[in-house]
């Protein structure tokens, strides 16, 4: 099941806080969907994801300063 997080227009650290609050209630094969415009959290998210376990499992920048990523819980 795919889960959307929208924190387009938070300041680093905040997209990874929310990614991190939000993963935690989703079942294990969930995928998240986070849409965010904070460039720290290009290296940031997929960062947690690989110390959690996660998978990344898309990323790619919408425009010049906005990127999606999708995590899959472990």
Request: include cysteine; aromatic fraction near 6%; proline fraction near 4%.
């Amino acid at each position: 099941m795919k889960h959307k997080l929208e924190v387009i227009g938070m300041v680093c650290p905040f997209p990874l806080i929310e990614a991190k609050e939000a993963m935690e209630k989703l079942n294990s094969g969930d995928e998240l969907v986070i849409d965010f415009d904070c460039t720290q959290a290009t290296e940031a998210i997929p960062r947690w994801a690989a110390e959690a376990g996660h998978a990344v499992t898309n990323f790619e920048q919408v425009d010049d300063a906005s990127w999606t990523i999708t995590v899959q819980k472990k």
